[in-house]
């Protein structure tokens, strides 16, 4: 079966006994690689194909760029990507955490041309989804979990841009006795083993609300493309990929804890030494990863330059270790100056190996003094890969 047949049928399906309810689109989907569940296109060059979503390949980055395309950022979709225009599109606000609260019958809307209307902010962070490293379970502790296998791909740095959330509540009002904000997007509803879960939505705290949140239509001075969240989407910096509902179109405010499938059934610790009702996941971890494909093959007896990234959800990367010996030795990798905020750190290590088998191996450490382990502990859905990854490669 080629490709594009496999993911025709992904697309329209996405698993077996699960069924998609299709939104209405503005125009036909095209026949490229990608479509239905996925629009852009997805040479194979750029990114590893998981039928409803795709990975990017850290040995497609340009090592020199150190924002992510939007062509090249990864995609996670529970449904397919809906085809929406900004003419018809108008985010719904209501709850009983506003001054004046509203019922779901009788939001605020407040149209696009309104929103683009109000102040501007941009601001750079690390977007990644909370399965990111999800296959080292399995390839580097030995332990079976569930869920698509991404390697360390799902991730991206990028600048975003639009309105501070905190703008718009202002603009709308909410009660000093919010405590919740619920996120609820425009695609599909997800429906499997027969259960429909309605559409995809999160709650966050208000305080996170009123600190960094953003609505954002930009993303590296471009409109968003419709994979990642046009007209408009919620970004929650530095938390994880689900808390950043794509193609928003309502926000529900609350005076009491909201829950979702999305922040009970799905996202939270199961498993292993978990105990029943972890809280939802949050903040990203730390993670690195190196440029380079896996098994690469490296010249021996002369100088190579090898790069890589570092991250972490709660903070800017301060030190980044590496070793080229298996975990033997450690040494500081060189860093960029990017001291701040939550995009990713570059680095660099020039190093001359023997020939044979090496495995190289790099941990950062953020402001916060959050270190990598050397082992992740287990959860049963593959969340949270922190763990040092041993990268192998060949020298001849």
């Not at 080629?2 to 077996?16: C, D, F, K, N």
């Not at 001054?99 to 696009?112: C, H, K, Q, Y």
């Not at 027969?194 to 239509?217: E, H, N, S, Y």
Request: net charge positive; aromatic share 8%.
């Amino acid at each position: 079966m080629t490709q594009m047949t496999r993911r025709a049928l992904l697309g329209s399906s996405l698993a077996a006994g699960t069924t998609l309810a299709l939104p209405t689109v503005v125009s036909p989907l095209t026949a490229h690689a990608g479509a239905p569940a996925i629009l852009k296109p997805l040479p194979p060059e750029w990114f590893t194909d998981f039928g409803s979503n795709a990975e990017m390949r850290w040995d497609s980055v340009d090592p020199s760029a150190r924002l992510t395309p939007q062509q090249r950022l990864f995609v996670r979709n529970h449904t397919v990507t809906p085809q929406l225009t900004r003419e018809s599109y108008a985010l719904e606000v209501y709850g009983d955490g506003l001054a004046s609260p509203r019922g779901v019958t009788e939001p605020i809307r407040l149209t696009f041309a309104e929103l683009r209307a109000m102040p501007v902010t941009r601001l750079e962070s690390t977007h990644e989804c909370t399965g990111n490293g999800r296959s080292f379970f399995t390839r580097q502790q030995g332990q079976q979990v569930s869920g698509t296998g991404w390697s360390l791909g799902a991730v991206g740095t990028v600048r975003w841009e639009g309105v501070r959330l905190a703008d718009v509540l202002r603009r709308v009002g909410v009660s000093p006795e919010a405590v919740s904000v619920q996120a609820t997007g425009l695609d599909p509803s997800y429906v499997t083993g027969g259960t429909d879960f309605g559409r995809v939505r999160r709650p966050f705290p208000i305080d996170k609300a009123l600190d960094d949140a953003l609505l954002a239509w930009g993303m590296n001075g471009e409109d968003l493309l419709p994979d990642h969240g046009f007209p408009l989407r919620l970004v929650l910096p530095g938390w994880v990929g689900i808390a950043s509902i794509k193609w928003l179109g309502s926000l529900e405010v609350a005076r009491r804890q909201l829950t979702s499938p999305w922040n009970t059934t799905w996202y939270t610790m199961t498993g292993g030494d978990y105990p029943p009702g972890s809280p939802p996941l949050s903040v990203n971890p730390v993670r690195s990863a190196w440029e380079l494909p896996w098994g690469a093959e490296l010249r021996a007896g002369r100088p190579v330059r090898l790069t890589g990234r570092s991250w972490s959800g709660a903070g800017a990367v301060r030190r980044v270790e590496v070793s080229v010996d298996g975990g033997r030795r450690w040494r500081p990798a060189v860093l960029d100056r990017h001291k701040r905020g939550l995009g990713w750190r570059q680095w660099s290590v020039t190093t001359v190996l023997p020939r044979g088998a090496h495995t190289l191996q790099a941990r950062a450490t953020d402001i916060h003094r959050r270190t990598q382990p050397l082992e992740t502990p287990y959860n049963s859905n593959g969340y949270f890969f922190d763990a040092v990854v041993r990268h192998p490669v060949v020298v001849r």
